[in-house]
């Protein structure tokens, strides 16, 4: 490796060729030693504080490289930290459609409880794919919250640290049975959307009532480009109401980054509010294409949860429904909400 | 009122002289009645199944507003309604600096305790300014997570339910006395970012540690539209990691919603890693020229929590900091996370 330097940069030639430059500011700002980071790597000296006109007085590459600045301070890089050890880490994601069906990712309640490799592998699979089915669980009210708590934190809301999703069949009610609910993100009524939510069976004797799931970011990313930049350009109205609540958030059915990549999904036909953009028709041409892709068989992938098993999912990334189920019988589901947070901090630890 | 009618959309002449035109499919997806709409506002048909060319086949005005379409049914709309009552509801913000230290929100913590106008006007002020004062509560620990739940839910973390922040000041220590903190972003690293952060006093004899407050919304506004462009072009990467956590997210400084308006601050000197960003140069200015305002005092206010006082932030938009302080005596506060949803939700209700 080769170093030049002049006032304001340092510049090095790497040995396979690759030619870096570093500005003077950004050098001083990140200086590893333990005045200026904590070994945490919070850093200790507050940016806004390092005056513009920094300069580089010296620079030398002795193993190390020693940079002395114009404020009179050294700082000692590590050469294979400037190469690439600042570098965010490469991104897990994996776009999927119903192929996966012959690959679902199940971890067994015993193994991922047990902590350890099955646990990571479970949260990995969420990272990459959006979402994991566990089996051979307990039946037990409060499963769910358990499990959330093997990796992160339950997102308490209006609905209790737990909801319970259960139809206790009444043939006399014809609009209560058999019903299928659409692919949808839950809760998108809230500021935070809630980024996970887990789904645990009790009960489930009725016929049907298959889980379904849909990776909305391989359906986004089949849209064509204009139905896609409508749905990414106006935010919709999410709302929810009763006597003690009153939710409501706008937000787009396509969040973008500021990369431009796709950021989240916001899904949801029942809680959405009358649509409010320029061109009412080409609007409802893209939305009405994505909710219908939403639903199609090539996409989307069915599952029937037994009682003791459960599922999480990226509400921000995989829309779920259900399909219809018999009007005899009993389903009973517990869900709760929780966060990628925690999940994805779990998952790095166990990857340690 | 008159209307008129095709077969793609319905034209309305309000006696105030404007002129509406509602599209077919907007109008079916709005219909009001029991069958498409719950009472409490959900929408029970699914958006996608209604057909693309769906067509006016009549429409009447009689008090109401009656149109049938080409799929058989018929829609009663309420002309209020369709005039301005599926509306969002007006934003209540209001931008501040330094002049609000004269008219502080404080709220007295008996009053807000008991529920109803006080609570209501003190979550106003949160959903307004970004923050608000309560003075007069007890020094009992676990009372900060008490305030969150008058209004919301704790958001628990790796930090807990609640977390100490206190400094038995050591004088043989001096890395651990009498340094302030820069206003920043509380644990910009989660994904979601908290969006509430509550600090409670339980003690404060030492000289100094005034609290400092500054609207991060208020200074973006003042920035130079080349600075302000560039902070909400490139995504920061924010990190924390222990034993136990390894948190990291990428998230510009100002994030924009899709109207362009500014949604979110995330300003953190201390977790931000290695900027990566095509003109490091020009970067670092408007980084810089933005953490410096954030500290001058035409922006900031200060004010000293006594025990038993207790502050919140609208941790997106209010940056907090605080003042040095003597290096005898105790400064012990307790804090907590919580989120917007519920303090929205709460408010909405008591103004009802």
């Known amino acids: ?5 002049d006032a304001s940069a340092l510049g090095i030639d790497w040995p396979d060729g690759r030619t870096e430059t570093f500005q ?3 050098l001083r700002d990140n200086c590893p030693c333990e005045e200026c980071r904590h070994p945490s ?8 504080r390092l005056p513009n006109d920094l300069t580089i007085s010296s620079a030398a590459e002795n193993g190390t490289i020693d940079i002395a600045f114009s404020d009179g301070h050294t700082a000692r890089f590590d050469a294979a930290w400037l190469r690439d050890g600042w570098a965010a880490p490469a991104r897990r994601r994996r776009l999927w459609d119903a192929a996966i069906q012959c690959e679902l990712p199940v971890g067994r309640y015993d193994e991922v409880l047990a902590g350890g490799a099955a646990l990571r592998d479970w949260l990995a699979a969420v990272d990459e794919l959006g979402f994991a089915i566990l089996t051979g669980g307990p039946t037990a009210p409060g499963t769910v919250t358990r499990v959330a708590e093997l990796f992160g934190y339950v997102r308490e809301t209006n609905y209790g640290r737990l909801f319970d999703v259960r139809t206790v069949v009444d043939p006399t009610n014809l609009a209560y049975t058999g019903l299928g609910l659409g692919a949808h993100t839950d809760n ?7 980024t996970l939510q887990l789904l645990h069976c009790l009960a489930s ?15 986004a990313a089949d849209l064509s480009p204009d139905h896609r930049g409508l749905l990414a350009r106006y935010p919709l109205r999410f709302r929810f109401a009763d006597a003690d609540t009153e939710l409501e958030t706008e937000v787009p059915v396509l ?3 500021v990369s431009g990549e796709l950021a989240a999904v916001h899904y949801n036909t029942r809680s959405v509010q009358p649509i409010r953009v320029p061109d009412v028709h080409a609007y409802y041409e893209a939305y009405q294409a994505f909710g219908r892709m939403l639903e199609e068989p090539r996409y989307r992938i069915e599952f029937k949860l037994e009682p003791g098993d459960l599922f999480i999912v990226d509400n921000l990334r995989v829309l779920h429904g259900r399909t219809g189920y018999s009007e005899s019988g009993e389903r009973h589901l517990q869900g709760c909400y929780a966060d990628r947070d925690g999940l994805r901090s779990k998952l790095a630890v166990l990857s340690r």
Chains 1, 2 share one sequence.
Request: overall charge positive.
């Open 205 to 219: 004797s009725a016929a049907g009532g298959e889980n379904t799931l849909v990776d909305g970011f391989r359906v």
């Open 188 to 194: 998108p009524y809230r500021d935070p959307t809630p």
């Open 1 to 5: 490796m080769r170093i030049a330097h």
């Open 41 to 48: 790597g919070q850093r200790l000296l507050d940016t806004r």
């Open 24 to 26: 003077a500011l950004w």
């Open 255 to 257: 969040t973008l980054a």
